[in-house]
């Protein structure tokens, strides 16, 4: 099994806190159709196993005019088998939703949307520069709603000025309109984004340790109260609607990642295309790929199983761990645990090892601890 993923770096506007590669760019739109279709020719044998999700990311894929869409659908459907393919997601932000395109999307293929809400407070929406109103956000999930649409939305805390209350009221609204699925992240200051460099200035002050933990426990005990499971630091969902996309990621399965600055691994190298959309038009139009190729040394390997293992709800399985690395990487990474499970904020149980939800927050310290340097 594997997945494949194609990068839309197109935006209508940059949102504040952005540090994804993409940017305004609606005049190369069929160069980079074409670029794509180009790059998938020159790469559709590197997988050896079947694909069985696809997810177009970005960037906002739903900027996409409707024919390169079906343009790209259909060279994908021709070039690669895509009988086994359970899951198809598209990433749309609420001002492109309307009856007429989920229809079309449907015809497509699509069978998933993920939806970029972030906030339904329409100051909080404009301090973070995205380009919609919470009216948009609410209508584009009634459309998906009522089309019986598998769909995810994304919500974001710790935003400028956002105060418990603005918090509580997001989620309940979320909670109203019941989807399959969604994503709660706390919002990071990137190096390089517009927030940061307010938050540098003085402009912006960032979430307390305080308000962020108290906003993550809002969220994951109304979430469970509304029966999802948390089932990834930054993910909840119905029962059977996990992302399969996603989770194949967490688990270190294949993917073939098409487009400017898309990644690509297959279960040894990393390959990582430009992020500069000149030089993977110029390279496609001459029929090349350039990428950055990484052989992951096994102790990378380990590091990042670690650290994708320990993101999600089972944690890393010891027995796994036993039979891909060797014994010392193991009990050096027990040795470290030994404090933080004695402390509460890992848990061994099972052969399983893995961090409770209430620390989940600090996940990123507890993994530095685990990895080996
Ligand atoms: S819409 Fe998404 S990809 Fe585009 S700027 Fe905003 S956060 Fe970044």
């Known amino acids: 099994m594997a997945g494949l993923y194609v990068h839309i770096p197109f935006c209508h506007s940059k949102c504040s806190y952005c540090d994804f590669y993409s940017g305004l760019r609606p005049n190369v739109v069929e160069d980079y159709i074409d670029a794509l279709i180009a790059e998938l020719h020159l790469r559709k044998n590197e997988m050896s196993e079947s694909f069985t999700t696809i997810y177009f ?13 079906k343009r790209l659908i259909n060279a994908i459907n021709l070039a690669i088998d895509t009988n086994r393919v359970e899951e198809f997601t598209i990433e749309v932000n609420p001002e492109d939703i309307n009856k007429d395109i989920l229809r079309n ?26 380009c919609h109103t919470s009216k948009q956000a609410l209508n584009a999930i009634k459309y998906l709603k009522n089309d019986n649409w598998n769909y995810s939305a994304d919500l974001m805390f710790g935003l400028p000025g956002q105060t418990i209350k603005d918090w509580r009221y997001d989620v309940d609204t979320l909670m109203r309109m019941h989807p399959p699925h969604f994503s709660a992240y706390l919002l990071s200051y990137e190096p390089g984004t517009r927030l940061y460099t307010m938050l540098q ?5 960032e979430a307390s340790e305080q308000i962020a933990s108290e906003m993550q426990l809002i969220i994951t005990t109304v979430a469970t109260e509304y029966g999802y499971e948390h089932y990834e630091i930054s993910n909840y969902s119905l029962p059977d609607r996990h992302s399969r996309h996603n989770s ?5 399965t294949p993917y073939l990642g098409l487009g400017a600055s898309a990644h690509s691994f297959d279960g040894k190298l990393r390959r990582i295309n430009p992020a500069n959309i000149k030089q993977y038009l110029n390279a496609l139009k001459q029929g090349e790929i350039v990428a950055t190729i990484e052989e992951e040394t096994i102790s990378e390997q380990f590091n990042d199983y670690i650290i994708t293992g320990l993101r999600t709800i089972n944690g890393l399985s010891l027995d796994i761990l036993k039979q891909y690395f060797p014994d010392k990487y193991i009990a050096k990474m027990l040795d470290n645990a030994a404090p933080l499970i004695t402390s509460g904020q890992l848990i061994l149980n099972d052969n399983r090892l ?20």
């Open 201 to 205: 200035a003085g402009k912006v002050e």
């Open 105 to 130: 999307y449907r015809e497509l293929g699509i069978n998933r949307v993920s939806i970029g809400v972030q906030s339904f407070n329409d100051n909080l929406l404009k301090s973070i520069n995205r």
């Open 354 to 373: 893995y961090i409770p939800h209430l620390y989940w927050l600090k996940s990123d310290a507890i993994m530095r601890d685990l990895i080996l340097i």
């Open 248 to 252: 194949a990621y967490w688990a270190m």
């Open 57 to 69: 990311g970005g960037g906002t894929p739903s900027i996409l005019p409707i024919e390169e869409l």
